[in-house]
Each structure stands twice: as C-alpha cells, then as structure tokens.
Nanobody
Framework: VQLQASGGGLVQAGGSLRLSCAAS????????MGWFRQAPGKEREFVAA????????TYADLVEGRFTISRDNAKNTVALQMNSLKPEDTAVYYC????????????????WGQGTQVTVSS
C-alpha cells in the first residue's frame, strides 16, 4: 500500500487547511486510517483516526472540535479538515493505514505516507 499526503502549507492563525491522503495498491476500504503529526524535536503524536467505513472517529484532545477526519472509500482517500489553526499545530502531518484495528497508537499502523508540512503563523 502506498499513501500520498497533500494539502499542507502556510496559514495564519485562525485559518483553515484541508489535508488529503490518497491510497493505492491495496484494499483501502477494509482498513482503519489515521493522521499523526510530528513537530521538530518532538515525538510523533496522534491527531485523528477513522474506522474502515467512516462510522467511528476519534480525536486527540488538542484538536477535538477543530479538526474533522473523513474518508471516501470510492476514491480511496482520507481527509483532515483543520479549522481554527494555532501556531502549536505546526508540524509535518502523516497519514497512516492500519490493517488490523485502528486508533491512537502509532504501533497500530503498518503503512505511512511521506508527510506534508503545515505551518501556522501567529
């Protein structure tokens, strides 16, 4: 499975961005998907996750109410709508796929995209 993340960029605080992740080479619709992020000097952290059919989602406390994860199994894509962005949201954002299970643990995900940079200016 190959994952390609896109949509990152530079935005002012309070603004919005929409990240997208396109999957290829596997049965995307059967698997859970997640978004994680990693800021310089910090460990990779969980942002949001969605189960195989989009019926269940979970978010990190820091983004709850501001970010929304969604998926389109017909197009093999998962998106992360990010609103009310803050400077502390600045990081490289990664999408990931979990063949068994899903959720907040990095170890649950076997496949990772290359990351897309999100920079929020104050």
């Amino acid at each position: 499975v190959q994952l390609q993340a896109s949509g990152g960029g530079l935005v002012q605080a309070g603004g919005s961005l929409r990240l997208s992740c396109a999957a290829s080479g596997g049965s995307f619709s059967r698997y859970g998907m997640g978004w994680f992020r990693q800021a310089p000097g910090k460990e990779r952290e969980f942002v949001a996750a969605i189960n195989w059919n989009g019926g269940m989602t979970t978010y990190a406390d820091l983004v709850e109410g501001r970010f929304t994860i969604s998926r389109d199994n017909a197009k093999n894509t998962v998106a992360l709508q990010m609103n009310s962005l803050k400077p502390e949201d600045t990081a490289v954002y990664y999408c990931a796929l979990a063949r068994t299970g899903w959720g907040a643990r990095v170890a649950s995900y076997e496949y990772w995209g290359q990351g897309t940079q999100v920079t929020v200016s104050s």
